[in-house]
C-alpha cells in the first residue's frame, strides 16, 4: 500500500500562488505514477496534472497549462504542485493520488481518476476575486 498526505491548501487573492505538498509513504513511491487531481463543489473530480518519476513525463490538464507545474523530490518521497496566476475557478478540494506505474501505459492515460488506487484526504484551495 502507498499512503499519501497533501498539505498547503488555503485562502489566496486572485493572481497569486501557493504551493500544495502531498508526502508518500509504504511500497516504493518510484513505482507509482503521481497525480494531483481537483474537485470543486457540485462537479466531478478532475484531473490537475500527473507525474511519473521514471524520466519525470508529466501531462496538465488544459486548465493549468502554463500555471501549475508538478515536481518530486524522490529522495524525500514528496510531490509538489505549484500553482501561480490562480483564478476563482481553481477554488476547490486538491487531492494527491498514486497508481501503480505500468511503462507500457501512456502518460496520459494516468489522467483518469479510474486508475489511481491510493488518495489522500484532500486540501481546500479558495481563490478570491
Known amino acids: 500500500q502507498v499512503q499519501v498526505t497533501e498539505s498547503g491548501g488555503g485562502l489566496v487573492q486572485a493572481g497569486g500562488s501557493l504551493r500544495l505538498s502531498c508526502a508518500a509513504s509504504?511500497?516504493?513511491?518510484?513505482?507509482?505514477?503521481m497525480g494531483w487531481f481537483r474537485q470543486a463543489p457540485e462537479k466531478e473530480r478532475e484531473s490537475v496534472a500527473v507525474m511519473r518519476w521514471s524520466g519525470r513525463n508529466t501531462y496538465y490538464a488544459k486548465s493549468v497549462k502554463g500555471r501549475f507545474t508538478i515536481s518530486g523530490d524522490n529522495t524525500k518521497n514528496l510531490v509538489y504542485l505549484q500553482m501561480n496566476s490562480l483564478e476563482p475557478e481553481d477554488t476547490a478540494v486538491y487531492y494527491c493520488a498514486a497508481a501503480r506505474d505500468y511503462s507500457y501505459s501512456t502518460t496520459y492515460y494516468y489522467s483518469s481518476r479510474d486508475v489511481y488506487e491510493y488518495w489522500g484526504q484532500g486540501t481546500q484551495v479558495t481563490v478570491s476575486s
Open positions: 509504504g511500497r516504493t513511491v518510484s513505482n507509482y505514477v
